[in-house]
């Protein structure tokens, strides 16, 4: 049987992550690839997996946490480069495990307030519209946000 891709290579790819929030804070890990920043835990859903089941894989695989989704609170849709792009955020709930980073991909995992996710570079403003999201109340829907990283860019974000 053919080994599971560690990195999607189709033309689609579903990316998940996590906003496990502690009181008025958000879990943010730094990476250690890409801009090496601050951002939400996750990655991509496997072709044998649930989106569900992603999320919960990636933030035991990153954080150490063992999480239970609870609702979905983002959608981005993203065209680039003949790639479609779909990445999901849920809100999570830390049922146990121990907050540590896997030494691998993620150097640090640390809480973050808004107004601390606001002041730093190194935090990508995706992630933090979708905490400030999270903390502005419950929706029963999603709507179209006019978020837009580049005005010419194929992209979508429903909150």
């Known amino acids: 049987m053919d080994k599971e ?11 998940v992550s996590g906003v496990a929030v502690d009181q ?3 879990l943010l890990v730094r990476i250690m690839y890409g801009h090496r920043g601050w951002m939400l ?3 991509y859903a496997k072709s044998n997996e649930t989106i569900g089941e992603a999320i919960k ?19 981005r849709s993203r065209v680039r ?4 792009d779909i990445y999901v955020t849920f809100k999570v709930k830390v049922l146990g495990g121990e907050l540590r980073p ?3 991909e993620i150097a640090e995992a640390k809480y973050f307030t808004v107004a601390e996710m606001e002041n730093r570079e190194d935090v990508p403003k995706l992630n933090l519209e979708i905490a400030r999201h999270v903390f502005d109340g419950e ?6 946000s006019g978020y837009r990283p580049a005005p010419d860019e194929m992209y979508e974000l429903w909150l």
Do not use: Q
């Not at 891709?5 to 990316?15: N, S």
């Not at 990636?58 to 979905?72: A, F, N, R, S």
């Not at 929706?139 to 179209?144: I, Q």
């Open 5 to 15: 891709p560690e990195y999607p290579t189709g033309p689609f790819t579903i990316g």
């Open 24 to 26: 008025n804070k958000v």
């Open 41 to 43: 835990p996750g990655g």
């Open 57 to 75: 894989r990636e933030m035991l695989e990153e954080t150490g946490l063992i999480v239970e989704p609870l609702e979905l609170v983002s959608v």
């Open 81 to 84: 480069d003949r790639r479609n």
């Open 102 to 104: 896997d030494g691998k």
């Open 139 to 144: 929706k029963s829907h999603f709507t179209l």
